[in-house]
């Protein structure tokens, strides 16, 4: 079975499969935009021309080096605050990465490549009144023809069986609680762990215990992008995509550089505003949002801090402006920015495998109902909440008949 993972961020789009991990923007250009820059010479080999089936009148380019065309006020930008994976333009990007993954298979140019699809969607689009899960399925079932750098790939999801949906905060908490060889790492796998995830567009927040998702989690639109836009401001510029990479990309001397265009005498040192607007953003929006949202430290093993934007944190500023003892608990990860497509993957893996590998241990136990009450509810017409409180219950009954024996 080959397995596709992706996170559809709102600014930053992370796939796996067995055979890579990408990391591409989640900003994409008509090709029509790019054909004359293109034929100047800047064709760069970290972006792919996209043809989709239904559209392919239209080439969309795709990749990691779109900052090098200079054409920030042409990216198509997927982020949308309600009813993302409505929009036409989502939903392609979507078909992007299912193209990026299968360009590494070359039986996929022949045949179609059966794929299992994990994806990770925020705690707020799997309530009730949410439409997201159902278009997903509209989406995704099915043949696709997706032509990249004018290889045409064919991809099959043949059934419902072969997508799954788990909260997004989910993939960190999988990430961390199995290695590399699916053994179970107590520590995370058995804790009582809150959950931070710094994303593009929004700031997650949750608690897992024992691999148990809880369903109160919190969603702000308070993301990297609050900040880009902030530094935007300061600097009179329109070009968000522009800002966006040189957040990513760091800063080895110490000095952030803005580049509008290809001459290379125009240029501005943005440090200092770069410096305290990332100041502010710690101090004022996110130190707020661990307090609030973890109010009973005491009640957490530890507090993980994931996601992108965890990386442009300022964290003297953090340990400042929340104290020791809630710093203490915090665990900064490594990779934060693709941790959650990690786990995805490493879920998918285990259910694959039937749960995890065989042993007594509790942790064990309640991943595989887990994975089990995944597989059972695929086959009822139930909304993904419904199922979610199912395989809560179910957790929470297991939980007190081990305290019972205990006893």
Do not use: C
């Not at 989406?139 to 032509?147: D, K, M, V, W």
């Not at 710093?327 to 490594?334: C, D, G, N, V």
């Amino acid at each position: 079975m080959n397995i596709f993972a992706i996170d559809l961020g709102n600014k930053r789009i992370k796939m796996k499969s067995d055979r890579s991990e990408y990391v591409y923007p989640a900003s994409y250009l008509n090709g029509e935009n790019v054909s004359k820059v293109a034929l100047a010479g800047w064709n760069l080999s970290g972006n792919q021309t996209y043809i989709l089936d239904k559209e392919s009148n239209n080439s969309f380019i795709w990749g990691t080096d779109l900052d090098a065309y200079h054409l920030s006020e042409k990216m198509i930008d997927t982020y949308a605050r309600t009813g993302r994976i409505q929009q036409k333009k989502v939903q392609r990007i979507l078909k992007f990465a299912l193209g990026r993954l299968a360009l590494d298979y070359k039986e996929a140019r022949t045949r179609p490549l059966v794929v299992n699809l994990v994806l990770g969607l925020p705690i707020t689009d799997l309530h009730e009144e949410s439409k997201t899960i159902e278009k997903l399925k509209e989406i995704l079932l099915g043949s696709h023809s997706i032509r990249v750098d004018g290889i045409e790939l064919n991809i099959e999801i043949p059934s419902e069986d072969y997508i799954d949906i788990i909260p997004q905060y989910m993939g960190t908490a999988f990430e961390l609680a199995f290695d590399e060889e699916l053994h179970q790492l107590d520590k995370f796998a058995k804790g009582r762990m809150g959950i931070l995830d710094i994303g593009g567009g929004t700031i997650l927040t949750n608690v897992s215990n024992r691999l148990n998702p809880e369903m109160n989690g919190d969603e702000r639109f308070e993301g990297v992008q609050t900040l880009i836009k902030n530094i935007a401001g300061k600097i009179n510029s329109t070009k968000l995509f522009s800002l966006e990479k040189i957040l990513q990309d760091g800063n080895m001397d110490g000095e952030y550089i803005y580049r509008p265009n290809h001459n290379s005498t125009d240029y501005k040192n943005i440090t200092d505003i770069v410096k305290k607007s990332i100041e502010d953003y710690t101090r004022f929006t996110v130190a707020p949002l661990i307090t609030e949202n973890f109010p009973d430290i005491e009640s957490l093993d530890f507090i993980v801090m994931t996601g992108g934007g965890t990386n442009l944190l300022d964290r003297n500023a953090l340990l400042d402006e929340i104290g020791e003892d809630y710093f203490s608990h915090l665990i900064f990860i490594e990779s934060s920015e693709i941790a959650n497509v990690r786990g995805f993957y490493k879920f998918a893996l285990l259910k694959m495998n039937g749960g995890v590998e065989e042993s007594q241990t509790v942790g064990n136990d309640d991943l595989k109902k887990v994975t089990d009450a995944s597989n059972k509810q695929k086959n009822n017409k139930n909304n993904y909440s419904e199922q979610l409180n199912q395989v809560q219950s179910r957790l929470k009954d297991l939980k007190q008949e081990i305290e019972q024996e205990i006893d």
